[in-house]
């Protein structure tokens, strides 16, 4: 058995924090813990110190701490998540922004993506409550290259699904032996790319146009300060009226006083200011 210490496990920790902003806290040592023993097997590597040089003086490519992000990221997501916030963006906000830019292609950002299933729920609702001749586009992104693989394969076990309406299931899924498959209608206006959040250029260069942010449930693992450099970012992203979505145990006004907080029926959503 090998044996990490404190003193392993905090700069393991701050090796992650400094790349992805995820803050690992102390009571989640025997978390980390596993999974340096887990890549410490892979390298046929001794100790936790001799993985800390391995990943200081010889991943010269990023590829280690890579592997290591793969699994320390949190992929748990589900269809439909947060129901009654989705109910609020397709029903208020989604109409309003329409017909506002009734050219404007309408872009959404899905941030923090995991295995896809916010993205293609997203796709789902468009394709319910938009013009069949409106055009949309949702850009899905994530750090984990796994996660991703599943989401560009789209197959979901009946976990995945529970809370897909029993009419869309129908609609937008086949049925095959090993799951539910998204049907290529759902997935054409989607596509998968591999972005850090942490990373500003790289998420500023996926555009200025959005007009949705959907970040939920994922900065709940940043620290304050990587929450309000994410968010900073996502501002300059979004269109003047555009919309963003944290999770529903996640303030935006806590991280920031830059949006405007806004009723959508029964929600509280946070909009960019029209000037
Ligand atoms: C719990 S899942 C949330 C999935 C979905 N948004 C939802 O609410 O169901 C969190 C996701 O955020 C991703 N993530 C964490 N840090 C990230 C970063 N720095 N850049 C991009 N994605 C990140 C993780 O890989 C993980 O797939």
């Known amino acids: 058995m090998v044996i990490i210490g404190l003193r392993e496990f905090k700069k393991v920790r701050d090796i992650i924090y400094s790349k992805t902003g995820i803050y690992i806290p102390e009571s989640k040592v025997y978390f980390l813990k596993k999974r340096i023993e887990n890549r410490l097997k892979e390298l046929e590597l001794q100790s936790a110190e001799d993985y800390i040089k391995y990943l200081h003086f010889f991943d010269k490519t990023g590829r280690e701490v890579q592997n290591l992000i793969n699994l320390v990221t949190v992929n748990e ?59 949309f586009e949702i850009t899905a992104i994530d750090i984990d290259e796994n996660a991703l693989e599943k989401a560009k394969k789209g197959i979901y076990n009946e976990r995945s699904v529970k809370d897909v309406p029993k009419i869309y299931l129908e609609k937008y899924f086949d049925v095959l032996k090993s799951g539910y498959a998204v049907k290529p209608v759902v997935k054409k206006n989607v596509k998968f790319k591999k972005v850090n959040l942490f990373d500003a250029r790289s998420l500023s260069m996926l555009g200025k146009d959005f007009d949705f942010i959907f970040c939920r449930n994922v900065l709940i693992y940043f620290s304050d300060d990587s929450r309000r450099k994410v968010v900073e970012s996502f501002y300059n992203m ?23 907080i806004k009723r959508a029926g029964d929600f509280i959503v946070y909009q960019k200011p029209l000037e």
């Open 77 to 135: 997501t589900y269809f439909f998540r947060e129901f009654p916030q989705l109910q609020a963006f397709a029903e208020h906000c989604l109409p309003e922004v329409a017909r506002k830019a009734p050219h404007k292609k309408i872009e959404i950002l899905s941030a923090g993506c995991s295995t896809g299933e916010e993205p293609y729920t997203l796709s789902i609702i468009l394709m319910e409550m938009l013009d069949s001749a409106r055009s």
């Open 238 to 260: 979004m269109v003047p009226g555009g919309y963003i979505f944290l999770g529903h145990s996640e303030s935006v006004s806590r991280i920031t006083t830059a949006f405007r």
